[in-house]
């Protein structure tokens, strides 16, 4: 059981937007801690999208972008293309006593 | 540019020991944190174990804690983790990956882990 909640899957068709949510508590996202995004396509290693809740690393599209407000956050991905299938984790701090890096259950994006 | 390749996986039983490898090139490793994750077949992502620049100070998922060690040679520009007592659990693929602020930014492509009999 992943201590950060996303949906299972999302999709749409290409060139519209979707949003992945990720739900936390008081402990890791409420608490103030930063959330990272990663887009994970299998067999490959997992690629960091979003830094400190809104920045993109170097080379990430700027279709990608992330927000926070309370115990959630939300990576949304406009312009949807065929290369955005995968999988989407979001990524946190957690001062609870079961671990200090948290991941979330995971989002599939399907492009239909 | 950031290169992290993994080694020193394979098909181990149950209760026995396997130590992974994460060698380091393109970044002053000795500057970094460095974490090791791993996912389940079928599964998500799931932190396991991170290492500060120094080596001095580790922190554990429960999952692994007392079992698993993680450790660094930063004259190797090397990250370490010995897996004890391992469990059909532990399966799946380990990843390791550089510390930037709470954030993963650079991952390896990972090494499979089978623990069965």
């Known amino acids: 059981q992943s201590v950060l909640t996303q949906p299972p899957s999302v999709s749409g068709a290409p060139g519209q937007r979707v949003t992945i949510s990720c739900t936390g508590s008081s402990s890791n996202i409420g608490a103030g801690y930063d959330v990272h995004w990663y887009q994970h396509l299998p067999g490959a290693a997992p690629k960091l999208l979003i830094f400190?809740?809104?920045n993109r690393p170097s080379g990430v599209p700027d279709r990608f972008s992330g927000s926070k407000s309370g115990t959630s956050a939300s990576l949304a991905i406009s312009g949807l293309q065929a290369e955005d299938e995968a999988d989407y984790y979001c990524q946190s701090y957690d001062s609870s006593l079961t671990g200090f890096y948290v991941f979330g259950s995971g989002t599939k994006v399907t492009v239909l | 540019q950031v290169q992290l390749v993994e080694s020193g996986g394979g098909v181990v039983q149950p209760g026995r020991s396997l130590r992974l490898s994460c060698g380091a090139s393109?970044?002053?490793?000795?500057?970094?944190?460095m974490h090791w994750v791993r996912q389940a077949p079928g599964k998500g992502l799931e932190w396991v174990a991170v290492?500060?620049?120094?080596?001095?100070?580790?922190d554990y998922a429960d999952s692994v804690k007392g079992r698993f060690t993680v450790s660094r040679d930063n004259s190797k520009s090397t990250l370490y983790l010995q897996m004890n007592s391992l469990r059909p659990e532990d399966t799946g693929v380990y990843f390791c990956?550089?510390?930037?602020?709470?954030?993963?930014?650079?991952w390896g492509q990972g090494v499979v882990v089978t623990v069965s009999s």
């Open positions: 400190g809740d809104t």
């Open positions: 990956a550089r510390d930037r602020s709470q954030s993963l930014d650079f």
């Open positions: 290492v500060w620049y120094d080596g001095i100070n580790q």
């Open positions: 393109g970044f002053s490793f000795s500057n970094f944190g």
